[in-house]
């Protein structure tokens, strides 16, 4: 009896692209005997060669469009990037019957519902495993794995850039301007790395995975996020000392009726595992009611480990048209029709404990003064640390870490302890989690 083919196009040849061919052409028979089927790359389409993988053996086009059109080709695999190319070139293949895997988490959480519709209405496949968190098979996790679980709260490292640049800042006491120069220097960051700096990458990715935990529609602009720039060294020092290590998180929760969606600059206690994840590898965080929580980590990114999560989603969907299933999961855990939108909560209602780094008048009674604006808003101070003056100096670092306190609150107390005329400079107030309430 003669193994079957499952044909295999392949769009955009950079790095995941590269990193998929190399493993297609070192571990073919691990393939075929994993996907029970031989997986055939018959067709490439990029706009140049990529030196650090072999494509001899294959058809190659410059037209990328031209794979898709290819009536050999079962599977399109969309590894080109950015959301305009690549949403037409997703459309054309499954208007062709085809079944697509992607690593464009752009393109999942901007225009998923709709091409999940699509699919779905054509009984074809649109996997996405290395959209989110590189090697780290959170979507299969969250959709098949805790299937049996109501998932509670996500608390992820999402970002590997962003990690990378906090974990050496808080190693070596650099700046962010020096250490953001190396990791784009490393390969780490883009030489645009805004969307790694302000959260936008993190984003996207925690929108993907709330929609799978939490049932909800896909919804890009949901989450709030801050970035890591207002972030300085001096702030990393000052939370070891208290204790803490600062982390950029992606964080969705259920509150109440309500979905809690966020991206920030946080302070973790150091003796949870979480907070030791450093350099560029992610961390992903689930708690269900069942399973109680799960921390999965690894390669957030790079050819390999995304590579791996792009394997991991063409050889389920050979096995699955093996058994004559073109669509047996759903993309997002359930059917479209059974997604429910749930209201978001504000980002003034969510109530952490606060960090506070101010720079203020060393003389009397200014930290009199900060303390009765807290309080007017009905904050509490936990610890307080006033660093003593350097020589010259006339202002002084004061750093507070205060009890639980929803974020309006604590605006209209940044607000108010901004225009003291003892202050000097902005006020960097960073949100606070112990995870306590939410079981890890």
Not at 98 to 116: P, Y
Not at 150 to 175: C, K, P, V, W
Not at 336 to 362: C, F, G, H, N
Request: aromatic fraction near 4%; glycine fraction near 10%.
């Amino acid at each position: 009896m003669s193994t079957r083919s499952v044909n295999v196009g392949i769009c955009g040849l950079g790095t995941v692209a590269s990193g998929l061919v190399n493993i297609i052409n070192r571990q073919s028979a691990l393939l075929r005997d994993r996907a029970d089927a031989d997986l055939r790359l018959v067709h490439i389409g990029a706009r140049r060669d990529n030196p650090v993988c072999d494509i001899s053996p294959y058809r190659v086009s410059r037209d990328i469009f031209q794979v898709v059109d290819d009536p050999e080709v079962d599977i399109v695999i969309e590894l080109i990037g950015g959301t305009t190319a690549a949403k037409e070139l997703v459309e054309r293949a499954l208007h062709q019957g085809k079944h697509v895997i992607t690593a464009n988490k752009a393109l999942i959480a901007e225009h998923g519902n709709a091409l999940f519709a699509l699919a779905e209405s054509k009984g074809l496949a649109l996997r996405f495993e290395a959209a989110v968190a590189g090697g780290i098979p959170i979507v299969k996790t969250l959709r098949e794995g805790l299937a049996g679980n109501q998932i509670e709260g996500i608390t992820g490292i999402i970002n590997g850039t962003g990690n990378y640049i906090l974990s050496e800042m808080a190693s070596a006491g650099r700046s962010f301007d020096e250490v953001l120069k190396e990791a784009q220097a490393l390969g780490y960051a883009e030489a645009d790395p805004t969307f790694d700096i302000d959260g936008t990458d993190a984003a996207q990715k925690l929108v993907i995975l709330a929609s799978i935990a939490f049932g909800i529609p896909l919804a890009i602009d949901a989450p709030f996020k801050e970035g890591i720039d207002r972030v300085g060294a001096d702030d990393l020092e000052y939370a070891q000392e208290l204790g803490y290590r600062i982390k950029h998180l992606g964080i969705a929760r259920i509150a109440g009726e309500k979905i809690d969606l966020r991206v920030h600059p946080t302070l973790i206690p150091e003796q949870k595992s979480i907070a030791s994840i450093d350099g560029v590898l992610n961390a992903v965080q689930l708690e269900g009611d069942a399973v109680g929580e799960v921390l999965m980590t690894g390669a957030g990114a790079g050819a390999g480990p995304t590579a791996s999560a792009v394997c991991a989603d063409l050889i389920d969907l050979a096995r699955s048209l093996g058994a004559g299933q073109n669509c047996a999961i759903p993309a997002l855990g359930v059917p479209l029709a059974k997604l429910q939108a749930r209201e978001l909560l504000p980002r003034e209602a969510v109530t952490t404990p606060w960090y506070l780094r101010i720079i203020a008048s060393d003389k009397a009674g200014v930290m009199a003064e900060i303390t009765q604006l807290l309080g007017e808003e009905g904050i509490s101070i936990e610890s307080l640390i006033q660093k003593a003056p350097e020589r010259g100096e006339t202002h002084v670092p004061i750093i507070i870490l205060t009890d639980a306190a929803a974020g309006g609150a604590m605006q209209n107390a940044v607000l108010s302890i901004t225009a003291l005329d003892a202050i000097q400079g902005d006020i960097v107030a960073l949100r606070v989690e112990d995870f306590e309430e939410h079981g890890s």
